[in-house]
T-cell receptor
């Protein structure tokens, strides 16, 4: 089974703190994604990575950055957390882009609260 | 751009009732369509998918048919169970990117 794990299920941080969310997948997938999930808005893509050290902005990249130094690990960084970044963060991975089998597999999510 | 609109919830049903969740999409080209399900406290799981017009996806008693003429991908189940209580997301994939609907919360009561 594909497994996508996220470092924390729940996280509470203070405004202005630097926050790291970690995601690891064990299926040697090329693509990895970070989404945030908010009630009534569904999931919105923050950043996407299609290879080590490669990244592309999603729909809402402002206030976030990412790092992918190893194929299996994709980190989301909040440089200076703000209260409007309180949300559920979901990581996903998939096979290489364009693959007909490229469905995305999701981690359990990290619920981040910024106070 | 690409977008997905699904019926708003919450939806509350009794066990063995019929469930329909409407989903329509706007997209250029020929996207693949998906239904994902999120059970309480868990991440999203792929429920079913369809990759071209008139394809029917099915899984766990759920079905959805890719209707290009009406740009729809409605989810149906003939007899729901308490264990089907979850949030359901319709999504489309164009290239690498998934675009999601807002989600529909379904509660099934015994």
């Amino acid at each position: 089974d594909v497994k996508v794990t996220q470092s924390s299920r729940y996280l509470v941080k203070r405004t202005g703190e630097k926050v790291f969310l970690e995601c690891v997948q064990d299926m040697d997938h090329e693509n990895m994604f970070w989404y945030r999930q908010d009630p009534g808005l569904g999931l919105r893509l923050i950043y996407f990575s299609y290879d080590v050290k490669m990244k592309e902005k999603g729909d809402i990249p402002e206030g976030y950055s990412v790092s992918r130094e190893k194929k299996e690990r994709f980190s989301l960084i909040l440089e200076s957390a703000s209260t409007n970044q309180t949300s559920m963060y979901l990581c996903a991975s998939s096979e290489r882009q364009g693959s007909p089998l490229g469905e995305q597999y999701f981690g359990p999510g990290t619920r981040l609260t910024v106070t | 751009g690409n977008s997905v609109t699904q019926m708003e919830g919450p939806v509350t049903l009794s066990e063995e009732a019929f469930l329909t969740i409407n989903c329509t999409y706007t997209a250029t080209g020929y996207p693949s369509l998906f239904w994902y399900v999120q059970y309480p406290g868990e991440g999203l799981q792929l429920l079913l998918k369809a990759t071209k017009a008139d394809d029917k996806g099915s899984n766990k008693g759920f079905e959805a048919t890719y209707r290009k003429e009406t740009t729809s991908f409605h989810l149906e189940k003939g007899s729901v169970q308490v264990s089907d209580s979850a949030v359901y997301f319709c999504a489309l994939r164009a290239y690498y990117k998934l675009s999601f609907g807002a989600g529909t919360t379904v509660t099934v009561r015994a």
